[in-house]
């Protein structure tokens, strides 16, 4: 009878998706965090920037734990490499906000007129192919389900489309933003701009990890 | 016969019993808990059906291992001049195995009955009547058999499942495929059951039929199971139907258009200059259509389909679930009945009675023990197991129950007594690599070697050791 309960591991499914719910925390602050910029908020700042980092270790912690229960005895369903690149990406994601929530924090920033609109858009399309990527680690159960074949395969190909398409679109309304940063040359130091420098490409670095990631699951797939 | 033989005669009956209601009590777990864990079957008709089964398993089909247990590992012939040596150690042989099992499972260590019962009697030959008293040959075959088993379950249990996930999960439309084939599936597993197990067992009822009626029985049975599954199952309608109003919309439109757009692709290659324009024209019309179709698609439908296939998979849990519990009562009987009629015939008829069929008796009194045993204990077993196993989905369970089950079912034909849960756990690992499960412990298997390893040269040296003092208080 034992032998019967011993066959079954712990599967590493369900922590993982857990771990991503917690990177959406992180990453979702961030609208409430740049608003509290937009306002000169900096109480405000400090408090979600704290919120962020408690979170990320959060995060940290399941990430251990899935780490901790892979044993090379565990049989998984898809490559161990791929899981663990999974969550190595998701990992990386979080570690990008935290990043954020630092700089921001550093020293009091103003969100300038010039790319007030810009950057706005381009916060939210970043989210955006970040939430995409986690409806499809939602997916991950039902791929199980279905053994990463047939119908739910092919609904997972096309969501991991859509990630590509909107980090693409991320990427182009990234160069309307820094056109727009670049003409407002005199009204920045050269800290300031900097520090928006390092911002956007932790948000970029958002959307361009969400869309590997989704190419990592991608990759268990099934399909021709 | 002497004063002490009636007493001698119930201490047989005695520990055949109690090993009969110990595989009852411990191991019918194994062929119910998966289907419990599943949902396919609530615990009362989970055990009622074991309970049914199991007897029938073991009344009907469980004489080709247990004459196996009975005369086929040590060579009565041997003991020709103390006859009553050999009642000693197959009482001896019971009493170890019980004894070791009990302590085995005081601990939590995985055993297999079977694995000590044989060790234990081989043990009590090689030793009592010399290494020229065991057919080596037929241990050969036992041990070989043990390998064997978990494999051909695993093999099993690997195609079966790659099987219906090409046929069933990749298809376009799980539920009408499930629909589809499900007919063929409980064709397939009635006509096993009925070639190999049930008018083999009609024997025991001295009801003889020729190969040719067998075959034709079979074939019939399983067609008429087809065709009431069939019926059954065609009321069970695809999710698509019911939550998608759009009546353009079915699989069967993607699938065509999806070949529509490959014959439109070869023409494209093929050809040059305007011809090429006007079908690069017609692709990109095709392609648009086929987004539109997808995006309706891919609405939350797909998961209730897959919700849908798993509950007509619990309908083909309960068949395979019924057919492992037959074959595990059809093996593991033998462990308890094996050595007792061997023991109760040398004592009430003499020697040459040993080579004789297992009595139809001795087949009731061990399904009636297992029955017992499930009664008193095991349900309690398989609603542990069943609390705990909620991995194995009733598609998964079937495909390893069935892998398991033909295993065991061609072993108890061939007389091979194996562990039955070593086949289980062969073919839920074979399901497992078969990208059915989310997670397997491949440690299990070291578990497997350690019951071969340890559990044989154990229960023979319990056999030697308990031999002693019975053949001193009953004389020889």
Sequence with gaps: MRTILNLFGRSPFAPLLSHMECVAKCVHYLFELFDALEHKNDELIEKICEKISSTEHEADLIKNDIRGHLP??????????????????????????????????LKPLELLPAFKNEFKMFLQKNIDTFDEALLIVKELHDLVESSFGGMEAAKVRGMVDEVAFREHEADIIQRQLLKCVFKAEDQLNYITFHQWQKVFESLSAISNLSENLAYRIRRTLEIK | ?????????????????????????????????????????????????????????????GSHVSKTMQSGIINADIFSDHPRILVYGMLASLASAGIWLQIASYFGWPVSTTHSIVGAIVGFGAVVGGMEAIYWEQVGFIISSWILSPLLGGILGYYIFNIIRKKIFYALNPVEAAVKFTPYLVFFVVTVLGLVLVFEGFRNLHLEYNIFEKGLLSVTLGL???????????????????????????????????????HLQKVNAATKGEMQYHVGLLIDEVESIEGSIQQKHDSSFIHLEYQKVERIFGYLQIMSACMMAFAHGANDVANAIGPLSAAVAILTT???????????????????????GLATWGWRVIETIGKKITELTPSRGFAAEFGAATTIVLASRLGMPISTTHTLVGAVLGVGFARGLEAVNLTTTRDILIS?????????????????????????
């Design chain 2, 350 to 372: 003499g020697l040459y009675a040993v080579d004789a069929p297992v009595p139809t008796w001795a087949l009731a009194l061990g399904g009636a023990g297992i029955v017992i």
């Design chain 1, 72 to 105: 090379k005895s565990l049989f998984l369903p898809i490559d161990r490499s791929n899981l663990l690149e999974i969550l190595s990406l998701q990992d990386s994601i979080a570690d990008n906000v935290e990043d954020i929530a630092v700089i921001v924090s």
């Design chain 2, 452 to 476: 071969w390893v340890v559990t044989v040269p154990l229960g023979a040296v319990l056999a030697i050791i308990i031999f002693y003092p019975i053949r001193a208080i009953f004389g020889s």
């Design chain 2, 1 to 61: 016969m002497t004063m002490m033989d009636p007493a001698l005669l119930i201490l047989i009956l005695v520990t055949g019993f109690y090993m009969a209601w110990n595989i009852g009590a411990n191991d019918v777990a194994n062929a119910m808990g998966t289907s419990v864990g599943s949902g396919a079957l609530t615990l009362k008709r989970a055990v009622i059906l074991a309970a049914v089964l199991e007897f029938s398993g073991a009344f009907f089909f």
């Design chain 2, 224 to 262: 008429i199971g087809a065709i009431i599954s069939f019926f059954l199952v065609k009321r069970i309608t695809p999710a698509s139907k019911e939550c998608i109003p759009i009546p353009a919309f079915s699989p069967d439109i993607a699938h065509s258009l999806e070949k529509a757009r490959k």
